[in-house]
Each structure stands twice: as structure tokens, then as C-alpha cells.
């Protein structure tokens, strides 16, 4: 017999989420999704629960997030109901926003996509050595969807948009820098909190203990926040990348080489996909947070609707070919018409969060 894809456990005064799919990097199935929203809707009125944990399984992974290969099937064969995953995805985020106890999420490992919807917008979000964070969506013809639209553009000095239209990995200081965690520990004390704080209602008093004896060093990010912030905010893709290029062309700045390459792997991903997602982030910045769920799954019902988001599944997950043919291929053949179509209101209407 087959091991459930998602575990509830009550453990003292703590209801436990084990995200249970580790061979999957434990990537969310519709069926996690619906059995969290459940879950945690009982949990929120009983009186039994005063906090709830969520892990993933395994020792790679929280969770790399939804399982876009069986999106990718569904669109292909023509399926309506594509976007419905989304929607409860994007409900599943705004229960957890709103969750009336703390919530903590033990991020050790990979933490992508939906792993993010279901870990960021937490009370408290703890992570470790081996904790790598991604929104990795521009590179497959996507968005970065699950709530992106909120923290993305809230994270410090533009460094929100830079991760979203570069696909950027963030370590565990830069996530701690950057408001992604609210905790860093060591990877070695994972198991012992996590014992502890199914012992404790002292949820903050608990995880802040292990948080002190534990050094994350310097974030990478902090250093180049002055100039991630000059670059990424400007008011539009391409005066990002003419700064870019600007200050690549300066040998003498020590920052040429990584402006350079940034402005390379921007122009890597999908042309629709960057546009969308800045313009996306500005959106959000002025939105509440079920503005913007309601925002992401406008856009979701028009990108599965498009070519790239199917030609970069292709090339990255089911092919593995790495060499996807966008549509359009160049930043400067995507319209402003284009992008503005993924905003208007979906034939199905809006979704109900």
C-alpha cells in the first residue's frame, strides 16, 4: 500500500503537516492541496491546537513545489479544468495568511514554486544551512505566482523583483536578510525543535533559542543592495537591463561581471514571462493580499491558455533539453497589449479566496 501524500498528525498542542511525496522533492498534488485547506480549517476552531508545524519529508526538500507535469499534461490534451489546481493553490495560500495561530513552516532543503505558497506567508518561517529558496518561473514560461505578487515587491531594496525576473537562488542569510525566514537555525537542531515545539505553547520563545545559537553570516545581498535597488527599480524591463548593460560595460566596477551576467540570464527566460512579472510585482506592491491571489489567478487563466508556459515544461522537465523556443523570442516583440490581456478578467470569472 502506497504512503499518503500529505500526514496530519496532533502532537501535543501542535498540529503537524508532513508534506509526504520525498521521491517528488515534495511537490503539491491537487489532492494535498484540497486535504490542507481541510485540515487547517479544523485546526483554526479547535481549541486542542494552539500551533501548527509544517515539514516536508526526506532531507532534500520542503517542497519544490506544485506538480507541473501533470499541469503540463492536462493542458496539453486539452483539459478545462487546468486552472483549478491554481485556484485552490491560491486558496490554500490565503488560509495560511490568515491562520489565527502561529504557523510554522521548517524549511530545510529546497523551498520552490508552491513550497513558497504554502511556507512564506507564515508566522514564523525557520530555516537552516541547506535551506535554498526559488521562484523559478520566468525560466518555464510562468509567473511567480503563489503569493508572489505580495512578498516579492514587501522584500527589501528591489530584491523581490530581481529573484522574479531573474529566477534567482537565495541562501539562508539572504533569506533571513530579505524577510523570506524569520529564523535561521542549524540543520543538526531541526529534529530537537521540532520535538520541542510540539512540547511548548511557547512557540516564540522556543524557536528563538535555537535562532541565537546559530551564526548565518553575512548576506551576500545586503552588500549589493544599493545597486539592486538603483537597477530594479526602474520603471520598466528594458531601463533595467540598459542599466545593467550600463554598468557591465565598467570594467573598473567591481560590480561589471555580476551586472553582466544578470542581464544574460534575464534575457534567457521567457520574453512574456519577465514582462508579465514586472509588471505583476508593481501591482502588487499597492494590493492587499487577496487582491493580489485574485490578481495571480487572472493571470494564470491567460498563461495556460499561451505557448510558453507548455514550451518551458517541455524543454526544462519533460525534455530536458534546456533550449526552449519562446514565443515571442525577443523582450522587444512582446507588446504591451500582450501583457495587459493577462489581467482582464477570466470567462470564468474571478476566483472566490
Not at 26 to 37: C, P, R, S
Not at 79 to 85: E, L, W
Amino acid at each position: 500500500m502506497s504512503e499518503p501524500e500529505i500526514l496530519f498528525e496532533r502532537i501535543g498542542r501542535a498540529g503537524v503537516v508532513t508534506l509526504n511525496r520525498p521521491k517528488a522533492l515534495n511537490a503539491l498534488t491537487q489532492g494535498m492541496v484540497l486535504d490542507m485547506i481541510d485540515q487547517l480549517d479544523r485546526w483554526a476552531i479547535d481549541d486542542a491546537i494552539g500551533h501548527v508545524i509544517v515539514r516536508g519529508a526526506g532531507d532534500r526538500a520542503f517542497c519544490a513545489g506544485g506538480d507541473i507535469r501533470k499541469i503540463y499534461d492536462q493542458g496539453m490534451s486539452g483539459d478545462p479544468t487546468r486552472a483549478q489546481f491554481f485556484g485552490d493553490e491560491y486558496r490554500l495560500n490565503v488560509r495560511v495568511k490568515r491562520f489565527p495561530k502561529p504557523y510554522v513552516a521548517l524549511i530545510d532543503g529546497i523551498v520552490m514554486g508552491g513550497g513558497v505558497g504554502v511556507s512564506v506567508h507564515g508566522s514564523h518561517r525557520v530555516g537552516t544551512e541547506r535551506t535554498t529558496f526559488a521562484m523559478p518561473e520566468t525560466g518555464i514560461g510562468f509567473f511567480p505566482d503563489v503569493g508572489g505578487s505580495w512578498f516579492l515587491p514587501r522584500m527589501p531594496q528591489e530584491t523581490g523583483m530581481m529573484a522574479a525576473l531573474s529566477a534567482g537562488r537565495l541562501k539562508q542569510a539572504d533569506c533571513l536578510w530579505t524577510g523570506i525566514l524569520t529564523h535561521g537555525i542549524a540543520a543538526a537542531d531541526m529534529e530537537e525543535l521540532t520535538r520541542e515545539l510540539t512540547e511548548t505553547d511557547d512557540v516564540d520563545g522556543t524557536i528563538a533559542r535555537f535562532a541565537a545559537r546559530h551564526d548565518a553570516g553575512e548576506a551576500p545581498l545586503a552588500a549589493r543592495a544599493p545597486a539592486i535597488a538603483d537597477i530594479f527599480g526602474r520603471g520598466s524591463v528594458a531601463e533595467i537591463l540598459s542599466a545593467l548593460d550600463e554598468r557591465s560595460g565598467k570594467v573598473e566596477d567591481a560590480d561589471a561581471g555580476w551586472a553582466g551576467d544578470l542581464a544574460a540570464v534575464i534575457r534567457s527566460k521567457s520574453p512574456t514571462s519577465v514582462m508579465l512579472a514586472f509588471q505583476q510585482l508593481r501591482r502588487g506592491a499597492t494590493l492587499d493580499f487577496e487582491a493580489c491571489m485574485r490578481l495571480e489567478y487572472r493571470i494564470v487563466c491567460h498563461i495556460l491558455q499561451g505557448a510558453d508556459f507548455y514550451e518551458g515544461v517541455r524543454a526544462v522537465i519533460v525534455d530536458k533539453d534546456n533550449a526552449p523556443k519562446w514565443s515571442p523570442a525577443e523582450l522587444a516583440d512582446v507588446t504591451e497589449a500582450d501583457i495587459l490581456a493577462h489581467f482582464e478578467m477570466p470567462v470564468g470569472g474571478d476566483l472566490d479566496v
